[in-house]
């Protein structure tokens, strides 16, 4: 059994995998749950029940341990009223009990202003600014990057630069791109797209530069040529390689949409996260975290999906 | 094989004389006029292939044969214009041709199908290339996917067919266009005996119904003796012709020549000039250093 599940890449049955991935996700909740309500692992602090003596004590007050004990024991030793309290985890780290109940009540809450947008409409604003900076990215660095990987001119043109400027945090770019676009939508879209569109054109000539040369021999004695060849051996030849690399690269992208959110106007599931962790709504700040991850998550396993449709030759083929 | 007696690989019955009379009567395909191909390496500069001339007849099987590095990958590369010679020339009827093209069809060893089309676009691909409209050429591909007995396959997946299947597609898209020249490159190098030897009749089987002269690489002595008319000898070495072999072993083939005096005599003479008696030079490189691992009293004592 557990020379079985240890097999060097063997795979397992598909059972034992279904199995194994719930583990992949239950280890971290057992972990946090363990945390949370086992009062003995750690709970570094005590919430006041009953402030007995001790004159700034209030009911509901988190105290480290250390100073509770304290006062505990002065109060004992000079015969006063103890006070009493439950040990706890700091305001910082929710149990996931509350955690889950957040993540229905955050959309069902109404925002705290007039003006203030609901959990929903933020979420919704954070995916239009993911969405156009990933597109205009993909329009302009596809093309480019298939060009680089198939002709060396234009790998030597473009790749050179793009190297370079990859190296410079898209962040960085921030107070630029608010001079020059304003503090609307628009910046943060442009540092989704630096972030993503140099990562992107290098990733896809280097794709595009792995697809096997004796296809292009083929075509070559078949009569392709020159732009037929492109289009119609180059493009399908990586197409399916494409499309998981784009699938990476829009995980990349949603990494940058908390720093581009904060840039000009916060906006989006970062105002959003921002503003509940200003009024220690920690529960909600974790919602909306595991929000994104879900949103992530379920967008990447629709696209595999969508791939394996439009692509029906990649069936089976991937095993081998 | 050496003690068999033989007669000459030289010697032909007359009907295999009179066929070779006929042929060479045929106009010619393929020319090649002192093609030389010198690589830049960084041990210097390299001669991968010296002063080869040779012709094809018309609907002539020729195979090229020759220990590795004898350069008889370049050389059907330079014929498929994959490559450019250093200097020499071939020509396709009389006409000097140096791009890749649809009149000299090629097939790879390593299949080379495109994966994201089925076995009928793969087929129909030079067709459209060469201007054939979808319906003519997807016409003409069922017929070609036909021709090699695959019409119930003619909507898979290249991935859902097995490696003979595979070459087969392949000769079915190199033919479609009708070339004048079908060069093939160690095409069934990557399968199994079995399906290596039924391959070879089927390709017998093409050849003989369709206008199409056959230049065939192999580095496998048998197949070369049985596909062939003639057989292109190369050396390594640089690369040279060495002999051209023309194949006392009479048409139409089958299996059962195998084992036929003139079969086995033009198999020896390849074996001759491929793998020459190895001259004593002191170092044997290939040669291992045996000494009894056995145990004395092993209870298998000697394997004999």
Redesign the interface.
């Known amino acids: 059994m557990i020379s079985q599940l240890f097999a060097v890449r063997k795979k397992l049955d598909t059972k034992q995998r279904i199995y194994v991935s719930i583990l992949s996700f239950l280890v971290p909740l057992i972990l946090w749950s363990l945390i949370s309500y086992v009062p003995f692992l750690w709970h570094p602090k005590v919430e006041i029940t009953e402030p007995g003596d001790v004159s700034y004590f209030t009911p509901g007050m988190l105290v480290d341990r250390e100073l509770f004990d304290k006062e505990v024991a002065t109060a004992s030793s000079e015969s006063k009223k103890v006070p009493e309290g439950e040990r706890t985890n700091p305001i910082y780290l929710p149990a996931p009990h509350e955690v889950a109940t957040a993540l229905y009540t955050a959309f069902t809450t109404e925002p705290k202003r007039r003006n203030e947008k609901w959990l929903h409409e933020s979420l919704w604003d954070s995916i239009q600014v993911i969405f156009w900076g990933f597109v205009i990215s993909s329009i302009l660095g596809v093309p480019l990057g298939i060009l680089a990987g198939t002709y060396d001119v234009f790998s030597r043109l473009f790749e050179p630069f793009i190297e370079f400027f990859r190296y410079l945090p898209a962040p960085a770019f921030g107070a630029l791109a608010v001079a020059i676009l304003g503090i609307h939508e628009a910046p943060k879209i442009a540092i989704i797209f630096i972030g993503t569109f140099f990562q992107q054109v290098l990733v896809v000539s280097n794709t595009t530069r792995k697809l096997d040369p004796s296809l292009l021999e083929a075509a070559m004695t078949l009569g392709a040529k020159r732009i037929t060849l492109l289009f119609r051996v180059v493009i399908p030849g990586i197409i399916t390689h494409l499309f998981k690399d784009l699938r990476i690269l829009l995980g990349w992208a949603w990494t940058y949409l908390i720093v581009a959110e904060l840039i000009g106007t916060s906006s989006g599931i970062t105002w959003f996260i921002t503003q509940q962790a200003r009024y220690k709504n920690f529960e909600n700040v974790y919602a909306a975290i595991i929000i994104i991850g879900i949103i992530g998550l379920t967008t990447d396993i629709i696209l595999a999906a969508l791939g394996r449709r439009i692509f029906p030759w990649e069936k089976g083929r991937a095993e081998t | 094989m050496s003690k068999l007696e033989l007669p000459s690989y030289l010697e032909q019955s007359k009907g295999v004389k009179d066929r070779f009379d006929r042929m060479k009567k045929r106009p010619v395909t393929l020319q090649v006029k002192n093609l030389h191909k010198e690589f830049d390496s960084p041990q210097g500069k390299v001669i991968a292939l010296k002063d080869i001339n040779f012709e094809t007849y018309k609907r002539e099987f020729v195979c090229v044969i020759g220990p590795s590095g004898c350069g008889k990958s370049t050389l059907i590369r330079i014929l ?3 490559e450019t010679p250093s200097s020499g020339e071939v020509l396709l009827d009389g006409t000097a041709v140096s ?4 009149d ?3 097939v ?1 060893q ?1 299949y ?1 199908l ?4 089925t076995v009928k676009k793969n087929v129909m ?2 067709l459209e ?2 201007g054939h409209g979808k319906t003519s050429s997807e016409e003409q591909a069922l017929q070609w996917i036909d021709l090699v007995g695959l019409s119930k396959f003619a909507n898979a ?4 067919l097995s490696g003979g299947m595979k070459q087969r597609v ?1 000769i079915a ?2 033919l479609a ?1 009708q070339p004048r020249i079908l ?1 093939m490159d160690e095409p069934f190098g990557a399968l199994d005996a079995q399906t290596r030897s039924k391959m070879q009749g089927y390709l017998h089987e093409i050849w003989k119904n369709i206008d199409v002269t056959i230049l065939f690489i192999t580095h496998d002595l048998d197949e070369a003796v049985y596909l062939a008319d003639r057989v292109l000898v190369l050396k390594a070495h640089p690369g040279e012709v060495q002999e051209v072999i023309e194949v006392p072993v009479p048409q139409p083939r089958s299996p059962d020549q195998l084992l036929s005096p003139e079969f086995l005599a033009t198999k020896r003479r390849l074996e001759e000039l491929i793998h020459p008696p190895e001259e004593d030079i002191g170092i044997d490189e290939e040669k291992m250093n045996m000494v009894r691992m056995v145990d004395v009293k092993h209870e298998v004592e000697s394997v004999f």
């Not at chain 2, 791009?99 to 649809?102: R, S």
């Not at chain 2, 495109?114 to 089309?117: E, V």
């Not at chain 2, 997946?157 to 859902?160: D, G, K, N, V």
């Open positions: 498929a214009g994959l791009d890749p093209g649809p000299r069809g090629m790879f390593g080379t495109f994966p994201w089309l691909f030079g290339m060469s997946y290249p991935h859902q392949a898209r190199a266009n060069l």
